[in-house]
């Protein structure tokens, strides 16, 4: 008997097309859910620092514990433009003979 070699068929380029899409498109949801968790969890944690900072001040006062809103929002802008990144280098590169 003749041995039968089942080879891989090449996935057409069309299908190959919507997986990327697909693949780019959950990417592109994990940035937002991450950005979306680091604002939620700075906004969460204030309330927390506020009254430590009352606690250990004895007074209540405008401190640098109000700035941990900010800061979650400038980590959650640093994450979103870090993880695109790979997107924008992955496009078409110009070389000097594309110019």
């Not at 927390?48 to 007074?59: K, P």
């Not at 800061?71 to 078409?92: E, H, K, Q, T």
């Amino acid at each position: 008997m003749d041995k039968i070699m089942l080879t891989p068929t090449p996935m057409p380029k069309r299908i190959d097309k919507i997986v990327n899409a697909k693949s780019k498109k959950r990417r592109l949801n994990m940035r937002h859910m991450l950005a979306l968790a680091v604002i939620v969890i700075s906004i969460m944690v204030t309330p927390f620092l506020v009254i430590a900072a009352i606690a250990e001040r004895g007074h209540i006062a405008f401190g640098g514990e109000f700035m941990f809103i900010p800061l979650g929002f400038v980590v959650a802008m640093i994450i979103m433009s870090v993880a695109s990144i790979p997107d924008r280098c992955s496009g078409n590169k110009r070389t000097k003979n594309n110019a």
